[in-house]
């Protein structure tokens, strides 16, 4: 039996998801992150060194990283699901484009992300009074000049992608696709997707369609990836 450790608002939903989307019997061991840091409790830890989620263990064998347990899932059980293949054939377009995308989740479009949570919180943080225009005007250069041109690119070139394509690996649905959610719906929660962004807007309505998207939102609980 799968074993989902599944941290509370965090990027183990979309395990939750794929679990879902592949029709894999599962168990969800549920942590609550610490009420005044946001981090994960310790007793993840036990489960993997690091003591973060999303980690899966499937008998005696322990997968940490989002992209990884994508892999391994597919890996071990995309071939024998009854469900629609979620990864291209390897060596074709649609197979680069999923490993890219895949990669990309994590790799480019989360960092810049979270600076933003970050600093946003730096920002807000009580400091005595005659510093705070100084942490203030830091805050805001950082923003201004790096995090947001970074963000505001990224949504710029995803756009431009879907335009080309109504999935992120091509014509069809993929683990890509589920891979792409957390920091698509972080972008639209921390730093907001307006008009000029049609098509990933529309994107993430056919995600949240998925009956499989639904299911993994009922197992998981309550979801803001607002910070």
Not at 14 to 26: F, I
Not at 176 to 197: C, T, V
């Amino acid at each position: 039996m799968i074993t989902l450790h599944h941290l509370e608002n965090s990027r183990s939903q979309r395990v939750l998801w794929l679990l879902e989307e592949l029709g894999l019997p599962y168990e969800v061991k549920r942590y609550k992150r610490d009420p005044k840091t946001m981090l994960a409790p310790p007793a993840l830890k036990k489960v993997h060194p690091l003591g973060k989620s999303p980690v899966v263990s499937d008998g005696k064998v322990v997968v940490a990283e989002s992209g990884a347990i994508v892999e391994y899932l597919l890996d071990t059980y995309g071939q024998d699901s009854s469900h629609a293949p979620l990864r291209p054939l390897p060596g074709t377009a649609e197979g680069r484009q999923f490993t890219y995308w895949l990669h990309f989740s994590e790799g480019s479009a989360m960092p810049p992300l979270l600076m933003k949570l970050v600093f946003d919180k730096i920002r807000s943080t009580p400091v005595p009074f005659f510093i705070k225009p100084i942490v203030k005007a830091i805050c805001d250069k950082v923003m201004s000049s790096f995090i947001a041109p970074n963000i505001e690119s990224q949504l710029r070139f995803m756009e431009a992608e879907l335009s080309q394509r109504p999935w992120f690996a091509g014509t069809a649905f993929t683990a890509a696709d589920i891979q792409m959610s957390f920091p698509l719906e972080a972008a639209a929660a921390r730093a907001g997707l307006g008009a000029n962004y049609p098509k990933l807007i529309d994107w993430l309505a056919r995600i949240h369609a998925r009956p499989a998207y639904a299911r993994a939102m009922a197992a998981g609980g309550p979801y803001s990836v607002a910070g």
